[in-house]
């Protein structure tokens, strides 16, 4: 727990602390006044004491709303940094002729595109190998039988590796921390696959044309899986030939890594969240809380809430709700994925991941 959060504890139990001596006193006083003094004499003090008690009372409201205006100045504050985040996003498209940047609501697009491609490689690579469930297997109990009642616990490992890509890139500068995140594969199958996606710019670079790449139009890394699987040749070979065939032409890599922007992102989104969630019930009631939470994720578009939805199934984002260390549940609590269309990411519905959520689809 940082310094912050403790003295964010410590002045709300310091208020409640106040509270509980200025009730104590006035009921002291109630009965002193009773069992000490005469009848006329009871009367006056009890009326003097019920205008203390006015008084305290009224004090204690003022301090109340105060905290609670203090509360709503901030969260309003973290709702515009969050704008003005998105908002200053940048991004070198790699997928368009000229290489041009795109700034603002395109980026995070332009990021979930790169992870359904990034998908569609891993289930082509993936076909007859079997992945080590490490990261289903850390998740608590409860986790762990959701996700194999609704058979996803597949489908949440190689989205995790999807999704890991996409986060770190395979640039030289990521390696170790892409290899370190990628522990539920053996060596070898994570050797060729980050192989594969280096591969993969060279020939999407040719065929994108702004939208999600059809199946026809990346045969050529299918084809190269393929030989991969067979063992007919090293995907090093491979990639000195690549190189060759595109010798003196420029490419921006395609899988070239967010964490930039998402790291950024994703830390100042739940702690956005985590704010209000940590204030206590006499300062702001649930339903206060779920109505400020609702303003946030107001201004998440389609493909926001569909980024904060693969990364809490990644090893990244497990504190969202899958495991987080005090039992939260942050995105279920206050339904943060609610508008995602039910076929909106292929091969997933929310729904198998999140049954406690009442989605649009569904209304």
């Not at 006193?25 to 009326?47: D, K, M, P, Y």
Request: aromatic letters at 14%; hydrophobic letters at 35%.
């Amino acid at each position: 727990m940082t310094r912050s959060k403790n003295h964010h504890y410590w002045k709300n139990f310091i208020l409640l602390g106040l509270t509980i001596i200025i009730i104590s006193g006035c009921i002291f006083v109630v009965f002193w006044a009773f069992f000490t003094s005469n009848c006329h004499n009871r009367l006056e003090q009890i009326g003097s004491f019920g205008g203390v008690f006015l008084v305290a009372l009224t004090l204690l409201f003022q301090i109340r709303s105060f905290r609670a205006q203090q509360v709503e100045g901030k969260f309003f504050e973290m709702v515009k940094y969050y704008r003005d985040n998105i908002a200053e996003l940048t991004y070198v498209d790699p997928s368009s002729k000229d290489k041009e940047i795109k700034t603002g609501r395109i980026v995070p697009k332009l990021i979930f595109d790169q992870y359904v491609i990034a998908r569609k490689i891993a289930n082509n690579f993936f076909q007859n190998k079997t992945i080590e469930p490490t990261l289903v297997k850390s998740l608590p109990k409860k986790e762990k039988k959701l996700l194999k009642e609704s058979n996803a616990d597949e489908i949440f490992n190689k989205s995790n590796i999807a999704y890991q890509i996409t986060y770190w890139g395979v640039a030289k500068t990521a390696q170790d921390d892409l290899d370190n995140h990628l522990t539920n594969l053996n060596d070898l199958h994570r050797k060729d696959l980050i192989d594969v996606f280096k591969l993969f710019p060279v020939h999407y670079s040719k065929h994108y044309n702004g939208e999600s790449p059809k199946d026809e139009e990346i045969k050529p890394v299918q084809e190269i899986i393929e030989k991969l699987k067979d063992n007919e040749y090293t995907p090093k070979k491979t990639w000195d030939e690549l190189k060759t065939e595109i010798q003196g032409k420029k490419y921006v890599k395609f899988f070239g890594g967010h964490q930039y922007h998402l790291g950024h992102f994703f830390r100042h989104l739940y702690q956005t969240v985590n704010y209000i969630d940590d204030q206590p019930w006499w300062l702001l009631s649930k339903s206060k809380k779920k109505e400020y939470v609702k303003m946030l994720r107001a201004q998440m578009s389609n493909y926001e809430q569909a980024l904060l939805f693969i990364n809490s199934l990644s090893g990244l984002g497990l504190d969202w709700e899958y495991n987080n260390k005090e039992g939260k549940k942050l995105i279920t609590k206050y339904e943060l994925i609610k508008n995602l269309p039910e076929h909106f990411i292929p091969d997933m519905n929310p729904k198998d991941f999140y049954p406690g959520i009442t989605f649009e689809f569904e209304e």
